[in-house]
Each structure stands twice: as structure tokens, then as C-alpha cells.
């Protein structure tokens, strides 16, 4: 049997099938631009899963459940995504949507949950932990985050919880499309990031890829937005460590493929700043690991739902 997991970025949305050991056999992304509205979002998916079955070879039998990770707040109980700020989405009726396009087969299999959720649960199953508190911090479009205490995913009333970018660390700071000021996301996201690279004079084309290469090549500006962005990442987790002291934090998107050239520096910025400075036992800060490829934790993890 397999399963099919579906992310829902602020970017793209990424489905793959994922068979018993958690390998993804086949995947497939659509630009979220292309698709922005819910009706044409949920047409899109549905077109999407059937693509994969086929390209896959599966049929309805063979797929055991669909899982859908959205950014935002989503209603368990009805199905609705209450509010996503990347997406603009308002009170959407997502899931029963698109489990109406699906078909009563699949769509009966169709369950969803918040994408940072789905990627932290992922996380914590494929990498084997058992601590009583983790915390799961993805750094993308946005920043997500995924707390599961006791091996159960916090959700909190409304199903809200962990909704960490959204924690301001500037209150005077810059305008959050949340209607906020000085979010963390807005400041130690991967599109902060790139943001603050470009403000800094680098090329309108940066990406990920491009910048990290001009911080390996030592440019001297790359170097110093770097500086900047670790600042920023470490008060924000420094907040999150001080209120949850979870015996493991994960940090994961597409952006720690580069942890080598910051992680360190997040580590003895956190360690000298966070409350328990002084206990002999401290947060551990990880790059996500159960799941090799950092592109795929969003899939896999909406598969395990
Ligand atoms: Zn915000």
C-alpha cells in the first residue's frame, strides 16, 4: 500500500507517493502562483494526485490514505482552513472541497493538518525520537513550527498552536502580512533572508543557492547578512527554548542543506543567551535528520498524517 502526501506551500505545492519505508517513488510540483484561488488550488491538487497515480502505475486500491499539509490554521473537526496569511485564504471549506473532487474512494481516505504540524510529527516518527519535547522549526517561505509533547502534536484551542513565525521579535519592526509587527518570520525566514540579501546590494537573482555560494566564496556582504540572519534566528529560538525547553530542537527547510556555514554560530548564540545557561543539561539544536532530503519532509510528513 501507499500512501500520497501533498504540501502546500507558499510557493509551490509538492505531492509525492510515499510506500512503507517512507521512500517517496514518485513526485510531482505545481507552482502555487498558478493555482492561488481555493477553487483553482483544490482543482489543481485533485488534477495533481491523479497525475501521480497514473504516472505511478496505482490505482484507487492501492492507496491507503491522501494527507494535506497546509500553512495556516487547519479546523480538524471541520475541514476548514481558518485563516493562512501566505495563501490569503479566510475561512475556506479546504478539506471537504477537495475531497469532493477526489471522489468518494479517494476522497474518504483525504484527511489534512497544518504543513508545520505534518512536517514535525514526520520528523519525529522518521527519526526515531523519544524525548518528551520536541520542537520542530521550518525555515521557508515563512517559518512553521511543530510541537509534539509526549510523542502527541500540541494543537492547542482552534487547533492553532505552535504558529511560531508569528511571535514578534521586534514589536517597532517591519509590517507582517499577519497584521503584526517585527514577526520572526519576517526576519529569519529563507525569503528574509534572501530579502535582506538583496537590500544589502546583491544580485535582484539571489537565491538560496546563489548566496550561500557567495558566503562560501567569502564575499564580504554575503558574510554579513549571514551575521545578521543568525542574530535574528537565535532570538527567535532563544523565546521558544525559554518557553518550552524541549530536550530537542530540529531545525528544517530547504536552507539547512547550508547549516554547515551557520549552525554553529546559531549554537553559541542560543546557548549563551537562553535561561537555562547555567543547567548542565541543554537544548539540543539539530538539523532535521529523519528524513534525508529536506525537500521531502514536507511530503513525507503529510503522508504520515
Ligand atoms: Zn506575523
Request: one cysteine or more; proline letters at 3%.
Amino acid at each position: 500500500m501507499y500512501r500520497i502526501g501533498i504540501d502546500v506551500g507558499g510557493t509551490n505545492i509538492a505531492m509525492g507517493v510515499v510506500d512503507e519505508s517512507l521512500k517517496i517513488i514518485k513526485k510531482n510540483s505545481i507552482k502555487t502562483k498558478e493555482a492561488a484561488e481555493p477553487e483553482a488550488m483544490i482543482a489543481a491538487i485533485a488534477k495533481g494526485v491523479k497525475d501521480l497515480m497514473a504516472e505511478a502505475g496505482l490505482k484507487e486500491d492501492d492507496i491507503e490514505s491522501i494527507g494535506v499539509g497546509v500553512p495556516g490554521t487547519a479546523e480538524l473537526d471541520t475541514g476548514r482552513i481558518m485563516y493562512a496569511n501566505n495563501l490569503g485564504f479566510e475561512e475556506v471549506p479546504f478539506l471537504p472541497k477537495l475531497q469532493e473532487a477526489l471522489g468518494d474512494e479517494l476522497g474518504s481516505r483525504t484527511v489534512f493538518d497544518n504543513d508545520a504540524n505534518a512536517a514535525a510529527l514526520g520528523e519525529y516518527v522518521a527519526g526515531g525520537y523519544k524525548v518528551p519535547v520536541f520542537l520542530m522549526v521550518t525555515l521557508g517561505t515563512g517559518i512553521g513550527g511543530g510541537i509534539i509533547i509526549d510523542g502527541k502534536v500540541l494543537r492547542g484551542l482552534n487547533y492553532a498552536a505552535a504558529e511560531l513565525g508569528h511571535m514578534s521579535i521586534n514589536v517597532e519592526g517591519c509590517d507582517c502580512n499577519c497584521g503584526r509587527k517585527g514577526c520572526f518570520e519576517d526576519y529569519a525566514s529563507a525569503t528574509a533572508l534572501i530579502e535582506m540579501a538583496k537590500a544589502a546590494g546583491l544580485p535582484e537573482d539571489t537565491d538560496g543557492e546563489k548566496f550561500f555560494a557567495l558566503v562560501k566564496e567569502g564575499n564580504e556582504t554575503a558574510g554579513k547578512v549571514l551575521d545578521k540572519y543568525v542574530f535574528y534566528l537565535s532570538e527567535g529560538l532563544i523565546n521558544l527554548i525559554n518557553i518550552l525547553q524541549p530536550d530537542v530542537l530540529a531545525l528544517s527547510g530547504g536552507i539547512t542543506r547550508a547549516a554547515d556555514l551557520f549552525l554553529d554560530d546559531v549554537r553559541k548564540r542560543v546557548s549563551a543567551g537562553v535561561y537555562s545557561r547555567s543547567s548542565s543539561k541543554n537544548t539540543e539544536i539539530i538539523v532535521a535528520k529523519g528524513i534525508p532530503d529536506a525537500g521531502d519532509v514536507g511530503i513525507i510528513g503529510a503522508a504520515l498524517i
